[in-house]
């Protein structure tokens, strides 16, 4: 019983190991009819864990068993015999004994193994579920936002329009101007709307032309069309150490890039607050800043900011509409440049978004060409 008690903190043997035969069993057994030595037990211990590993039971067992008797007594006489017998039922009742302890054990372990298995499945159609819900959630949150920042213009321009109609039936004329102008605003932030989807639908980069130009140029230009809004809402909007920031890139894509980081400081910086632009040129690329003093951003949300149809709850706080698609667009398109969109913030502080680009290589003079 000891040896057996002893095998329980044995290793189980490599699955690969070969089948226990009826010759080694005899051959153990024979050592013991021979020798009765406590080595020839230890080893009978030994097979009972085969044994369980094979899947052999305990009538499997007791017929092996008496198979490797008879090989085992071949060749003995009479009284030898007699005295194996004796022996033999000794060698089954450690074999058995040992089988009972291991069979013991390796259920439980089984049962351990399988236990964690059908845990760590469970957990893990769990995470499936809740990842199914919140994905089904972010859809129908995705879908209800799209559909009210569609309606907005679109009834914008409707009620404008229709109040046209009355205007021009009651000859009042003097109200179409604004009437109009509010309705062809309103038609202007749908397509921008439109535009927006679809750049968020296509896979891959876009195709653009690419050229070398003057960034300070677009970042002046895409100043002037921001100035407006940020005059209605009483920001600052300055354009400082700008130097001449030659790239290579595709002037409307980077208008809109630039113009899309204006319009979000300006969206996202209180009454009072500065937005500031500025570019300039290093030794490997072009580059462009825009800087607030606005809401600013947690690391969680600076994590997060340039993935589709994501809004940081900052944004919603401060603008409740929105697709959330700016950025990530932004994002593609100096990701098509060869560059890349980079972003520091501190909550409630402001926001620096910087843009690198490839710079322009200046072109070599032709002959008879003065150098400037």
């Known amino acids: 019983m000891q040896h057996a008690e002893a095998m329980t903190a044995l290793d189980l043997p490599a699955a690969s190991d070969p089948p ?20 020839a ?21 007791i017929a092996v068993h008496a198979e490797a008797v008879e090989i085992a007594m071949a060749g003995l006489n009479y009284r030898e015999r007699a005295r194996a017998s004796t022996d033999a039922l000794q060698f089954l009742l450690e074999t058995m004994i040992a089988y009972g302890v291991q069979y013991r054990t390796y259920v439980d372990l089984r049962l351990r193994q399988r236990e964690h298995e059908t845990e760590a499945r469970l957990a ?22 799209i559909s009210h920042e569609l309606r907005t213009p679109i009834t914008a321009a409707i009620g404008n329009i229709d109040l ?16 109009l102008t509010a ?36 970042v002046r230009k895409a100043c002037a069309w921001a100035e407006p809004s940020a005059d209605e809402k009483g920001l600052t909007l300055v354009v400082t150490e700008i130097a001449a920031c030659a790239v290579v890139g595709d002037a409307d894509a980077l208008l809109a890039v630039f113009g899309n980081l204006l319009s979000n400081a300006i969206r996202y910086t ?11 040129m290093d030794d490997t690329s072009g580059w462009c800043a825009i800087t607030d003093t606005g809401v600013g951003m947690t690391p969680e ?9 994501y809004r940081a709850p900052e944004a919603s706080q401060a603008e409740p509409g929105g697709l959330g698609l700016g950025l990530s667009i932004a994002q593609r398109l100096v990701a098509a440049h060869g560059g890349y969109l980079s972003v520091e913030s501190t909550h409630g502080q402001g926001s620096a978004f910087l843009v690198r680009l490839p710079r322009a290589i200046p072109r070599p003079p032709e002959q008879g060409e003065e150098l400037a």
Do not use: N, W
């Not at 037990?41 to 067992?61: C, D, H, T």
């Not at 046209?164 to 009437?179: I, K, M, T």
């Open 124 to 145: 893990l159609e769990r995470q499936r579920v809740v990842d199914a819900e919140q994905s089904e959630h972010e859809k129908q949150a995705i879908l209800a936002t």
């Open 183 to 218: 309705a062809r605003d309103a038609m202007g932030r749908l397509s921008r709307l439109t535009d927006d989807l679809i750049g968020a639908s296509r896979d891959g980069l876009p195709s653009l032309t690419f050229l070398p130009l003057a960034a300070d140029d677009i």
């Open 20 to 39: 226990t035969s009826v010759a080694s069993y005899a051959d153990i057994l024979g050592t013991y009819f021979s020798s009765r030595a406590e080595e």
């Open 41 to 61: 037990l230890y080893r009978a211990s030994l097979l009972s864990q085969r044994f369980i590993e094979e899947g052999l039971g305990p009538e499997e067992i």
């Open 301 to 309: 949300t600076v994590a997060r900011i340039f993935e589709k149809f």
């Open 270 to 280: 209180p009454k009072g607050g500065r937005v500031e632009a500025r570019c300039g």
């Open 164 to 179: 046209a109609e009355r205007s021009v039936a009651r000859e009042q004329y003097d109200r179409l101007p604004r009437q």
